[in-house]
């Protein structure tokens, strides 16, 4: 019967020579097997020197995206979400119609009847948020894209 090299006993012992620092010839000689076999078994003990312990490699996240700021991008967002609301030939109702001279930028400058006539005026309601025009009335001006998002819906 042949006895097994690796004893659990020299196991034992190879253990506590390696991390005492033993070369693997000195621990080979102390156990008295061969130096191969002290390295393979070292090896499959996961036991080496030198080995770079575990790549620690910092994983970076990416910083996050900074917020987009406003910009026409989301006023077409705002357009959309005005489309989405109301359909396309709902009329628009003014109900604080005002003059040319009243106009501010808080006022829809949407024209209202035939310049010149008695009854000409400007819509007056407030505009969407960074547009000349109320939400109504932006949905009209910009009816063409309004149309073509309905056929595609
Ligand atoms: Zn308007």
Known sequence: MIEPTWTPERVE???SYFEAGLSCRDIAGNIGVSRNAVIGKLSR????????????????RKPAAPAERPSAKQ???MLQA???Q?????PVVSSNSC?????SEQRCRWPINTPGAD??????????????????HSRLAYQTGSRQR????
């Open 45 to 60: 003990l996961n036991l080496s020197r030198g080995a770079p312990d575990g790549e620690r490699r910092p994983r970076r």
């Open 99 to 103: 003059s040319l001279l009243e106009l």
């Open 13 to 15: 012992q190879l253990r």
């Open 82 to 84: 005005v489309y989405d």
């Open 86 to 90: 109301k359909a396309d030939d709902a």
């Open 119 to 136: 009854d000409f005026c400007f819509c007056g309601n407030t505009p969407l948020g960074g547009m000349p025009y109320c939400s109504g």
């Open 150 to 153: 309905a056929a595609r819906g």
């Open 75 to 77: 006023q077409l967002v």
